[in-house]
């Protein structure tokens, strides 16, 4: 693996020899059993261990150069590893070793009637290239998931990270020749140069899929710009519709959690829809709360002669995923009303209704055209860990091949494997 | 539904109201029970067979258009409707009603150490474009898959079977009508205009799904032009490996079978590999039967050696996927060369090993990157019908979503459903 932070000579030679380099790789650890690929994760596990030093030295170098060029606290925060975010990443990799194996598994199985045996068979997808903003943990935890699940990676982290991402890929890659694997089965991207993501997204010959993971942007850029599959994780706007059977406490509890307990992430509700005949009785206490903990109302205009001082929201609003301590407001004549709103100005993330109506709860699930739909819980447990799938590559916002979080398991496909005793047509 | 040949009057609008209608269409259909579902498309077999003469009369338009521009005998043949045709359309239809109902399939469920539970539960996508060629069967086999999974589709067909399929689409819609569902719930696309396609390709937010049928041109240009995920239906240069530990009498059988008994089908082998130590015994034989079927062999450099008046095949015949009497041969040493000679030069459609060797056929099955692995049968074997699948609504060469034979359930996703007790994070 060549590693230079400097362009290397000649980019398209470069990203052609990554690209068919993990496609030969991708052969070698499709055929590995599940013992040698959770081997290979706990040696992976033990090896950033043991350069816990190293690798924190080398994220010192990136630390200097963001405080240099002056980036914000925040996203200081996000690069920096200590010897404990480095424990924390071995223990990562180790939880998904001992997640079950995907591979292998008979998705369906029968034989027809002259005696063709037809099996539908898990299998990896092959190679899977994941760009992604500045965590460097996305390293590790990437390369966690595509080995586990059989394949090879090929991983672009953020220029900020790039000497921690050159770190932990160096452990990698002597951990996986330590087990007797080929290097090439984790390759992370040696150059930061900006022209090389362009050139790795038209390489639909040997990458399978592309993983985008950060911002909006990062995403439409890499959506526009490749040939290879992409599955999309863009943000939510997510909804907490109270029913009219919901009692005043669940409510408030749940609508508060959604909204408060972490609003700058994808799960955190956006739009909260009462009914309009619980309405008069719940919001000005729940708004009151709200106010107290900072959150800013944009009110329909039910709302505002409901609320003093709540601006009134615009069209906007209801598209707006305000990540922020913003939450739009609507009262709505019932759930058919609820659902209609969700559909239309949704994005098919996560939204829940709070009802104790067995017939009510039913019909929101099964006309709410979203990937996460929750009853009497907050949207903030639509997540891969609380799920139980242990680590997640993202939460698909697709509808097809994967869509929610996904885990291990949708990093695969199937095959047809078709038994006969001569069978000719 | 406007039917109009010429161009419509504002096109962009028109292709909006469509798809807009579809997706609308598509939240009343998947509320449907299966039994709604399968009643509509009994309803729609038996309209199909009450307006046999009103169909044929269409396609009787359609059929002078074509003689009148010159279109071969072949295609001709495609685009003709008679009676008995109409039959086996209408009993295709009552065949996908017959099918399982693939909707609201519990994929995995599991409560949580907490009580919370997470449900994985199999929907409709919402709404699926068909954009095909010339056959006007398709429009009532994709409408029936289309309708029998919970979606609304939006068909469109050719421009020589336009008078056919909007006969068939007025069917479906009265039908569809008469069950008491929406006429959006299948719209038959009302122009020949060819600026339409593009339009349509940017609704992705109101389709969710385009599935091109046809050929090679037509799927290239789709793929450049959708904003809308499209599953792919290349065709496939497909292998059969005669391994060491074959029988020469089943080997005869299933080339030959691979070979000839339909060559222009995706599924018709194109190259034969023969394991060395058998090559001098079986190769004579079979090469003179596949001369005698009128079949041309291009061989390598080992093939020629053996067999008198065969043509060196070049690179490019490695990769070339005939579709006609022609056959490339070449001869591997074991079993590795084989799997790497499938993967490197084949398109991932079908493969198959001769062998009695359980160790090599699980190798083979293992090692060979392909959406249908088939062991000890014919590669013409790949096929929804011949697995069981019912009706296919293409043959997926993707890896994402759905491989190999796509049937009713393939154009479904899935949502979690998440019942909780007032639980927040």
Not at 231 to 252: F, L, M, Q, S, T
Not at 270 to 297: M, Q
Not at 343 to 368: C, M, P, W
Request: net charge negative; glycine share 8%.
């Amino acid at each position: 693996m060549v590693v230079a932070e400097q362009p290397v000579d000649d980019l398209p030679a470069y990203v052609e020899r990554l690209a068919f380099g993990a496609r030969q790789a991708s052969y070698v650890v499709a055929r590995l059993n599940g013992q040698r690929r959770t081997d290979a994760l706990r040696a992976i596990a033990a090896g950033l261990r043991g350069e816990s030093s190293t690798i924190a030295a080398a994220n010192e170098r990136d630390m200097r150069h963001a405080r240099e060029s002056g980036i914000g606290d925040a996203l200081l925060d996000r690069l920096r590893l200590d010897a404990s975010r480095i424990e924390k990443m071995a223990e990562a990799v180790e939880e998904v070793a001992g997640q079950p194996d995907p591979i292998g598994e008979t998705l369906s199985a029968h034989v027809r009637p002259d005696g063709l045996r037809i099996e539908k068979r898990r299998v990896p997808l092959g190679v899977v290239a994941v760009i992604y903003e500045a965590r460097p943990n996305v390293t590790a935890d990437a390369a966690a998931l595509c080995l586990k699940s059989g394949n090879a990676c090929i991983l672009r982290g953020g220029r900020e990270s790039f000497h921690s991402n050159a770190a932990i890929g160096q452990v990698i890659g002597d951990s996986l020749e330590r087990s007797g694997l080929v290097r090439e089965a984790v390759q992370i991207v040696g150059t930061t140069d900006r022209a090389l993501v362009p050139l790795l997204l038209k390489q639909n010959q040997y990458i399978d899929l592309v993983v985008p993971r950060g911002g909006e942007g990062l995403i439409r850029t890499v959506v526009e710009q490749s040939t290879i599959p992409v599955i999309k994780h863009y943000a939510g706007n997510c909804h907490v519709y109270v029913h009219e059977k919901c009692p005043y406490d669940r409510a408030e509890a749940i609508v508060l959690n959604a909204k408060l307990q972490r609003p700058a992430v994808c799960n955190a509700a956006e739009t909260i829809l009462f009914d309009a005949s619980i309405a008069e009785r719940f919001l000005p206490s729940i708004a009151r709360k709200l106010g107290e903990a900072g959150c800013e109302i944009r009110g329909c205009a039910r709302t505002i002669k409901l609320l003093d001082g709540v601006k009134q929201a615009t069209e906007q609003d209801w598209y707006t995923e305000y990540l922020d301590l913003v939450v739009a407001v609507k009262i709505v004549d019932g759930l058919d009303e609820a659902i209609a709103h969700i559909n239309k100005y949704g994005s098919g993330h996560t939204d829940a209704i709070l009802t104790d109506s067995v017939a009510a709860a039913q019909r929101f699930v099964e006309g709410v055209d979203s990937a996460n739909t929750m009853v009497n819980c907050s949207t903030r447990l639509s997540d891969g860990g609380v799920y139980g799938l242990g680590a997640e590559i993202g939460i698909s916002t697709d509808k097809l091949h994967a869509r929610g979080p996904m885990g291990a398991s949708d990093l695969t496909t199937y095959k047809y494997v078709v038994t006969g005793d001569g069978h000719t047509r």
